[in-house]
């Protein structure tokens, strides 16, 4: 990306400057070194006009605020039902009709993993509750995308959920030093996120100890 | 020299210089791309697990370079090939420093306004052709911060710039500071890069971190004074042309 952005950036500043060149009939060396300059004058200009016309599509502005207790609270009290609905972000409900199932996590980032049996038959419901995460000022739920579940044969997948890169365009530090802003956040509120699993209590599942799994009621 | 007459030499030089030095700005906008392409990885990032990679954008990078780039300019300014440039038009030293103060202050407007604007230059690239996801501009909707800001830049540069001619008249007046001064230089960023040397950290903070306009006002056309002083005093006994 680097190399298409500075191939583009190039372009358009070649352009700009055989403009500038060939209007202003410049003369050697002082001729050159004039029209970059202010082709580079043109090129900042643009760029600062089309900053201002773009459609810079923002989260939320939002100061963090406090949403009741505790996500593990819920879990560890066993009250999964008081549990506010808003903090759903994906549910999963799949027919198994296996006696094992294998959970196979690829324990990078995944957060903790409540298991609760059930006397439902050929049960696997698997909820991910997410409270909201701001950072900077900013209400980044929506940016957030949870885990990627998958069911296959007799193992339950839970892949590692974000790949995406993201930005955060900051004033320059003579402006931050007047103002509030500064370069790395200093609010930065994480939601809690766990993924809750109820499962049939005839289905074995198996996992590793190092995996972060908790059996409910146990 | 009357009064009038040395305004009159002194503005005479500086249009002089801006015209005969006017490849400084070559080198001004190398330096800004160069920066520009080192800033494409962000000033800053953090990562988190439900959210991956953050990445901050902000210009600061391009402004370090353009310090340097003001620092190494006024120090040319003192070498021998741009003081025989300006040979046929010195009247005398102080005419000589007055222009050249103002001269790197012209400079300092003129870099600080492009490292400003390159701040927009580097988000609307990262904005079209990087696959990233945008959460927020941070825009300072205040036109007083603004504008302090754009001033502060300039007053920044000035000062790097005052520090480079004053290292450059130093070495003018005695050649050993061409050894010493270096040594110094590259001692301090040792300690810096180590973290070991807290009376750099809180001179960086001194300029820095000063939340005050005024104050950053004060200091740094102190510091750019200072620097004249010492540059007018340590050539004071050399001829127009060495």
């Given at each position: 990306?680097?190399v298409?952005?500075?191939?583009?950036?190039?372009?358009?500043?070649?352009?700009?400057?055989?403009?500038?060149f060939?209007l202003?009939?410049l003369?050697a060396?002082g001729?050159?070194?004039?029209?970059?300059?202010?082709?580079?004058a043109?090129?900042?200009i643009?760029?600062?006009?089309?900053?201002?016309?773009?459609?810079?599509?923002q989260?939320?502005?939002?100061?963090?605020?406090?949403?009741?207790?505790?996500l593990?609270?819920y879990?560890?009290?066993?009250?999964?039902?008081?549990?506010?609905?808003?903090?759903?972000?994906k549910?999963?409900?799949?027919t198994?009709e296996?006696k094992?199932?294998?959970?196979?996590?690829?324990?990078?980032?995944l957060p903790m993993?409540?298991?609760e049996?059930?006397?439902?038959?050929?049960?696997?419901?698997?909820?991910?509750?997410?409270?909201?995460?701001?950072?900077?000022?900013?209400n980044i739920?929506a940016y957030?995308?949870?885990?990627n579940?998958t069911?296959?044969?007799d193992?339950?997948?839970?892949?590692?959920y974000w790949?995406?890169e993201h930005?955060?365009?900051?004033?320059?530090?003579p402006f931050r030093?007047?103002?509030?802003?500064r370069?790395?956040?200093?609010?930065?509120?994480?939601g809690?996120d766990?993924?809750?699993?109820r499962?049939?209590?005839?289905i074995?599942l198996?996992y590793e100890?190092?995996q972060?799994?908790?059996?409910m009621g146990? | 020299?009357?009064f009038?007459?040395?305004?009159?030499?002194?503005?005479?030089?500086?249009f002089?210089?801006?015209?005969?030095f006017f490849?400084?700005f070559?080198?001004?906008i190398?330096?800004?791309?160069?920066?520009?392409?080192?800033?494409?990885?962000?000033?800053?990032?953090i990562s988190?697990?439900?959210i991956?990679?953050i990445?901050?954008?902000?210009?600061?990078?391009?402004?370090?370079f353009?310090?340097?780039?003001a620092?190494?300019?006024?120090?040319?300014?003192?070498?021998?090939?741009f003081?025989?440039?300006?040979?046929?038009?010195?009247?005398?030293?102080?005419?000589?420093h007055?222009s050249?103060?103002?001269?790197l202050?012209?400079?300092?407007?003129?870099?600080?306004?492009?490292a400003?604007?390159?701040?927009?230059?580097?988000?609307v690239?990262v904005?079209?052709f990087f696959d990233?996801?945008?959460?927020?501009?941070n825009?300072i909707?205040s036109p007083?911060?603004?504008?302090?800001?754009?001033i502060?830049?300039?007053?920044y540069?000035?000062?790097?710039?005052?520090?480079g001619?004053?290292?450059?008249?130093?070495?003018?007046?005695q050649?050993?500071f061409?050894i010493?001064?270096?040594?110094?230089?590259?001692?301090?960023?040792?300690?810096?890069?180590?973290?070991?040397?807290?009376?750099i950290i809180?001179?960086?903070?001194?300029?820095?971190?000063?939340?005050?306009?005024?104050?950053?006002f004060i200091?740094?056309?102190?510091t750019?004074?200072?620097?004249?002083?010492?540059?007018?005093?340590?050539?004071?006994?050399?001829e127009?042309r060495?």
């Amino acid at each position: 990306m680097i190399v298409v952005s500075v191939i583009v950036y190039l372009l358009i500043f070649i352009v700009i400057f055989a403009a500038a060149f060939a209007l202003n009939k410049l003369q050697a060396k002082g001729g050159f070194i004039k029209a970059l300059f202010f082709s580079y004058a043109g090129l900042l200009i643009i760029s600062s006009v089309v900053y201002f016309v773009l459609p810079l599509e923002q989260a939320e502005k939002a100061a963090i605020k406090s949403d009741g207790p505790s996500l593990y609270h819920y879990f560890e009290t066993g009250q999964t039902d008081k549990i506010d609905p808003a903090f759903i972000k994906k549910q999963w409900d799949f027919t198994y009709e296996g006696k094992e199932l294998q959970l196979i996590d690829n324990h990078n980032n995944l957060p903790m993993t409540y298991v609760e049996k059930s006397a439902e038959e050929n049960l696997l419901e698997i909820t991910y509750y997410e409270k909201p995460t701001y950072i900077d000022g900013y209400n980044i739920s929506a940016y957030t995308e949870g885990p990627n579940i998958t069911l296959s044969a007799d193992s339950l997948m839970i892949a590692d959920y974000w790949n995406e890169e993201h930005a955060i365009f900051k004033p320059e530090f003579p402006f931050r030093q007047f103002s509030d802003i500064r370069l790395m956040p200093d609010e930065w509120g994480h939601g809690e996120d766990i993924i809750h699993i109820r499962i049939s209590e005839d289905i074995q599942l198996q996992y590793e100890e190092w995996q972060n799994i908790y059996l409910m009621g146990e | 020299m009357s009064f009038a007459e040395l305004g009159k030499a002194v503005r005479k030089q500086f249009f002089y210089k801006f015209k005969l030095f006017f490849g400084l700005f070559y080198s001004l906008i190398i330096t800004q791309a160069i920066a520009i392409v080192f800033s494409f990885n962000g000033t800053g990032s953090i990562s988190s697990g439900q959210i991956g990679q953050i990445h901050f954008y902000s210009a600061d990078i391009v402004l370090v370079f353009t310090f340097g780039w003001a620092f190494i300019s006024a120090l040319q300014l003192t070498t021998k090939p741009f003081r025989d440039n300006e040979y046929l038009f010195v009247f005398n030293r102080l005419s000589s420093h007055l222009s050249n103060l103002l001269f790197l202050l012209a400079l300092s407007f003129i870099g600080g306004l492009s490292a400003y604007l390159s701040g927009y230059l580097l988000k609307v690239a990262v904005y079209m052709f990087f696959d990233f996801q945008l959460i927020g501009t941070n825009d300072i909707t205040s036109p007083a911060v603004v504008v302090a800001g754009i001033i502060t830049i300039v007053l920044y540069i000035w000062m790097f710039a005052s520090l480079g001619y004053m290292v450059g008249s130093l070495v003018q007046f005695q050649k050993v500071f061409a050894i010493l001064i270096p040594s110094i230089i590259i001692g301090c960023l040792i300690l810096v890069a180590l973290s070991e040397s807290e009376a750099i950290i809180r001179i960086g903070k001194f300029y820095f971190f000063e939340s005050s306009f005024l104050l950053v006002f004060i200091k740094t056309t102190a510091t750019v004074c200072l620097c004249f002083l010492i540059s007018a005093v340590s050539t004071n006994h050399l001829e127009v042309r060495k």
